[in-house]
């Protein structure tokens, strides 16, 4: 399927380039209190507050249902890349991605700021590495979310769940729960990051779009009893569990 193309005009660019000084500004703001909070061993604070912020400034409309719980994995489908300050902002919740990320030095310290747990799907001898700083973040931050499509979808179905990236939490660690968590956009298309359509692009054309972006962050009921068995049934329980939630909305 091809991405829509980023057509801006006049008044996108000069949309985009106010959105962009604002959100500099944000994270000029947001900075000190960061490192003076860490230096002060306060709970964390700001990583959620500058999503937030991101989201805000980007024209995120958030309504959130249901009840984020804590000490959680939140097993989400994956949109845009709006999907993180939905979901940080409505729980607070760290990340887990993928390793690619961190090839960028801007992207890699505003994602360690947030304490974004990097994976390399495709390395299997560091699973045990990344099953450690999976629960070291769950112990730390309380909650956090993995993407298990793997990519991005069009926000009006969902892509299979790779099982094989919950391998870093099996056996679940004590205590944590897993939940489910539907992203529902309003107008999903116009949203979603597809194709060929690189990140920086689909950045521009959202934040360079006037429109306000709805969306709907749906917390699931948590899994249990048999769901948590191993990765591949809590894969495909929360797999269902969105599924059925999407085609009711």
């Known amino acids: 399927m091809s991405a829509p193309s980023p057509r801006i005009g006049l008044t996108g660019w000069s949309v985009l380039i106010a959105r962009v000084m604002l959100m500099l500004a944000l994270l000029l703001f947001c900075l000190p209190f960061y490192y003076l909070w860490r230096l002060l061993g306060l709970r964390r604070f700001w990583p959620r507050m500058f999503l937030s912020g991101i989201g805000r400034i980007a024209g995120m409309r958030l309504t959130i249902k249901g009840t984020p719980r804590r000490n959680a994995l939140y097993l989400s489908n994956h949109v845009s890349w709006l999907d993180i300050p939905a979901i940080a902002a409505a729980s607070g919740s760290a990340f887990v991605a993928h390793d690619g990320l961190a090839a960028n030095p801007i992207l890699r310290s505003l994602c360690r700021m947030n304490d974004t747990v990097f994976v390399a799907r495709h390395r299997r001898s560091s699973v045990s590495g990344q099953?450690?700083?999976?629960?070291?973040?769950?112990d730390d931050v309380g909650a956090i979310t993995l993407f298990p499509e793997g990519t991005t979808g069009d926000g009006e179905s969902l892509l299979p769940f790779k099982s094989a990236l919950l391998s870093a939490i099996e056996p679940l660690p004590e205590g944590i729960a897993v939940q489910p968590v539907l992203l529902l956009y309003r107008q999903a298309r116009r949203i979603a990051w597809l194709g060929e359509e690189s990140g920086l692009d689909n950045f521009k054309r959202i934040v360079g779009s006037l429109r306000p972006v709805h969306v709907t962050a749906w917390f699931l009921e948590p899994l249990s009893g048999e769901a948590l068995h191993n990765r591949k049934t809590m894969a495909a329980v929360a797999w269902t569990a969105i599924v059925a939630r999407l085609q009711e909305a």
Request: aromatic fraction near 12%; charge should be neutral.
């Open 131 to 138: 099953a450690e700083a999976i629960r070291f973040a769950l």
